[in-house]
């Protein structure tokens, strides 16, 4: 089955830090380019920072600094390292997979992160 799969999401005061993990299935998971995204409340989504298949990062100027996405291909998984959590950061985060050979893209079903004042 393909699909990825959100998990480490949660309630967490400012100056905190959360983890998240995507284990992705179904996909040969070294060819994507694999991302994360946000939505907050009433708001549209928006890119946070994204992985190439060969590691090579790239954040949005919000979280520069304060983020990191890594990858573990031998567990098909990547990660979101959230330190100094602001509450401007409270949203649903997704995961997404895009394979550049063909486009083909994929999207988690998202894990919530709510950061407390």
């Known amino acids: 089955q393909v699909q990825l799969v959100e998990s480490g999401g949660g309630l967490v005061h400012t100056g905190g830090s959360l983890r998240l993990s995507c284990a992705a299935s179904g996909i040969m998971f070294s060819r994507y380019v694999m991302g994360w995204s946000r939505q907050a409340p009433g708001k549209q989504r928006e890119r946070v920072a994204m992985?190439?298949?060969?590691?090579?990062?790239r954040y949005e100027d919000f979280v520069k600094g304060r983020f990191t996405i890594s990858r573990d291909n031998a567990k098909d998984t990547v990660f979101l390292q959230m330190n100094s959590l602001e509450p401007e950061d409270t949203a649903v985060y997704y995961c997404n997979a895009w394979r550049p050979v063909d486009d083909d893209a994929l999207w988690g079903q998202g894990t919530q992160v709510i950061v407390s004042s």
């Open positions: 992985i190439t298949a060969d590691g090579g990062t």
